[in-house]
């Protein structure tokens, strides 16, 4: 399961690294730009909920196992 | 007719005893009576048979030689010289040394009897059991029945190792119905499943202990399928039933304390083990700490892997918007650069039908009015020229 998540995670991140160069390349399109941003910032929206998840998870397991 | 003194008479008859070869160096043979060890370590008693009787007396360094404990009806050899004890003019034996007497027959009957059994191997070590238990449950005592070895086993049993059941089997230790009641007890108890067999039997004379050679004895304790332990007089003796049992112990103590742990060292051991387990234990949760620890350490290396994704994120974040940014700046200053030319193409085609364009500080003057007496500027679609109002 958490691998199956970590995957996940990776492969969000390579999605969003390969939006930020395809915008920072000369000649793209407004809309394409736009839309590609907007994707953009709701990958990093899920990737940054993501991190959150994995920190909560962390802090309950050393809680808990302490 | 001379008359003597009493010492001159004495010393007289001493003499002649002394200097008489058949009465120096002499063996005789007797039963021992009036037996008295004095305090100096001397021995006195009498010579006895039948019908006579002899004072005897053996000085402290032969009796200290002596292999066994002279008592009364003991039959002996004697090796002596005759003399006069001069104080009372009393005929004894200075004895030198003290035999029993048969023990030579006896020894003769052991030794024959021991080779042959020895021969067909009835004493080797194949034959023997070993003690199946450390910690010993049931034992069967062959035993005099009051005797000093079976209060000596039963102390030894209570000091060492009280949890045992002990069963005494009395039998006759000495004579020559001693091998046939032990034989039966043997017999008998083997059938009863004890983890072991103690045969015992307290001090006393190579004769006194005969009854332990018996072949037929011998035989039933070889054929014995308990494991049995041995316990017949002190150190030195040895009979044939010690070499055919499965152990031999010296005396009849010796015999309990082989075959107990004892308590006190189990308790120890119980106590040691306790410690050695606390240890461990205690070792083991250090260890466990330790990687605790280590894992703890990886997680919060792991929450700054996090950290990590956050500031890359945020930095791709930037990127992206810095990227939008520019588009969208590209995009404002194309608009506006079409416009210009936009406009411009709107009034070209005006020129190009003969009219002109005014502009007096870039600003286009659509009335005469409106016009500064100064330098202006007039469009053609073809160029422009400079020109000041009159």
Known sequence: MVKKNEQNFEQKMKALKEIVSTLEKEGTEIDRAIELYQKGLKLSKELKEQLNGFEDKIKKISKDNK | MNQLTVTTLVRYLKNKIDLDPNLQRIKVNGEISNFHKHFTGHLYFSLKDETSSINCVMFKTSASLLKFEPKNGDKVILSANTSIFESTGQLQLYVTKIELDGQGDL???????????????????????????????????????????????????????????VDYYPVLVQGKDAPKQIISQLQKVDKLGYDAIILARGGGSFEDLFCFNDEELVMTIYSLNTYIITGIGHEQDFTLCDFVADKRAATPTASVELITPNLKDVKETINESAALIKNNVHKLITTLQLNFDLY?????????????????????????????????????????????????????????????????????????KKIKKDVFEVIFYDGKIKAKGV
């Not at chain 2, 000093?148 to 060492?160: E, L, Y």
């Not at chain 2, 936009?342 to 020129?351: G, M």
Request: aromatic letters at 10%.
């Open chain 2, 107 to 165: 020894y003769q009957q052991y030794e024959i009897l021991k080779k042959r059994l020895e021969n067909n191997g009835i004493f080797n070590d194949e034959h023997k059991i070993t003690l199946k238990k450390e910690y010993i449950e049931n034992v069967a005592v062959l035993v005099g029945d009051n005797s000093a070895a079976m209060s000596d086993i039963k102390t030894t049993f209570s000091r060492r190792w009280p949890i045992c059941n």
């Open chain 2, 296 to 368: 703890s350490e990886k997680l919060s290396n792991f929450n700054s892997e996090i950290n990590k994704y956050n500031t890359i994120i945020d930095s791709l974040k930037n990127k992206m918007l810095n990227s939008v940014n520019k588009i969208i700046l590209q995009n404002k200053s194309d608009i506006k650069r079409f416009a210009t030319l936009l406009e411009a193409y709107s009034y070209q085609n005006t020129l190009k039908r003969g009219y002109s364009l005014v502009k007096q500080n870039n600003d286009v003057i659509k009335s005469s």
